[in-house]
């Protein structure tokens, strides 16, 4: 089997309502190697598991996580939004994901969404989450906030991280040494070859986003990027598949 990782982005967020427990679970069971998923912190300090500041529009109430309380975001139904079949579903910790991933082989892609609200002393409770369960070796966090990677790199350099961009930058693979970072989470469409060879001779992996065309995901296996971020992990997982048979 071909060693690129598949990760489901949100969990299988193609199938299910994004960042929540039933679409990690599917994405596992539609081949991911690997999970992405967004943290962010609520009022009282919790680490929970949304893609956006607010809740409103996968749980159609009103407030941002920063001035809700975790006890609040927990009662909230994450899944309705998406359909009926998954009314009930909750936004989950970032804790009840490590708990259930410590029992699998997953790869964990903590995106910490703290570019927008700076979410002060994130990076070690997200660290301290990790290292309490012993997955310091299969985790990389993420984040479009550079400077928060390098708070992490500085906490526990034991664990990988990721630049997460959009744009077009210059000799990326340079700067993602610069500071400390193991791998570039870019923008798929800013992906060439020359760079993910440059990339892999530097020893920094590729992990493109957010790749749900086949094709697409058979030109950046070819490049030689480490991993996948896909909302359709069962989509990679065939690609993958077919580069072996
Ligand atoms: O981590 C890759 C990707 O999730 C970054 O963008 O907005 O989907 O969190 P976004
Ligand atoms: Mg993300």
């Known amino acids: 089997m071909n060693s690129v990782i598949?990760?489901?982005?949100?969990?299988?967020?193609?199938?299910?309502?994004?960042n929540t427990m039933v679409a990690f679970r599917r994405g596992l069971e539609l081949g991911a190697t690997g999970i992405e998923t967004d943290?962010?912190?609520?009022?009282?300090?919790?680490?929970?598991?949304?893609?956006?500041e607010s809740v409103q529009r996968t749980t159609g109430q009103h407030g941002e996580i920063s001035q809700l309380h975790s006890d609040e975001i927990r009662r909230l139904d994450a899944g309705s939004w998406y359909s009926q079949e998954f009314a009930g579903e909750r936004i989950p910790t970032l804790d009840?994901?490590?708990d259930w991933a410590a029992s699998t082989e997953l790869t964990l892609n903590l995106?910490?969404?703290?570019?927008?609200?700076?979410?002060?002393?994130?990076?070690?409770?997200?660290?301290?989450?990790?290292?309490?369960?012993?997955?310091?070796?299969?985790?990389?966090?993420?984040?479009?906030?550079?400077?928060?990677l390098v708070t992490c790199k500085r906490i526990a350099p034991e664990i990988r991280t990721g630049i997460l961009y959009v744009e077009n930058l210059v000799d990326p693979w340079n700067y993602a040494r610069n500071i400390g970072a193991e791998a570039?989470?870019?923008?798929?469409?800013?992906?060439?070859?020359?760079?993910v060879r440059h990339a892999n001779a530097a020893g920094i992996m590729s992990n493109p986003?957010?790749?749900?065309d086949p094709?697409?995901?058979?030109?950046?296996?070819?490049?030689?990027?480490?991993?996948?971020?896909?909302?359709?992990?069962?989509?990679?997982?065939?690609?993958?598949?077919?580069?072996?048979?």
């Open 209 to 212: 986003f957010t790749i749900n």
């Open 184 to 195: 570039l989470h870019p923008y798929h469409l800013t992906m060439e070859s020359f760079i």
């Open 39 to 52: 943290v962010q912190m609520s009022k009282d300090g919790a680490l929970v598991l949304i893609h956006d």
């Open 96 to 98: 009840e994901l490590l």
């Open 111 to 148: 995106e910490l969404k703290n570019n927008i609200e700076p979410y002060t002393g994130m990076e070690e409770k997200v660290i301290e989450a990790v290292r309490a369960r012993g997955l310091e070796e299969r985790t990389i966090i993420s984040s479009f906030n550079h400077y928060s």
């Open 215 to 245: 094709e697409r995901m058979q030109q950046l296996i070819d490049m030689g990027c480490a991993g996948i971020i896909t909302d359709y992990p069962d989509r990679l997982d065939e690609v993958l598949r077919s580069v072996v048979a």
């Open 6 to 18: 598949n990760y489901a982005h949100r969990g299988a967020s193609g199938h299910c309502p994004e």
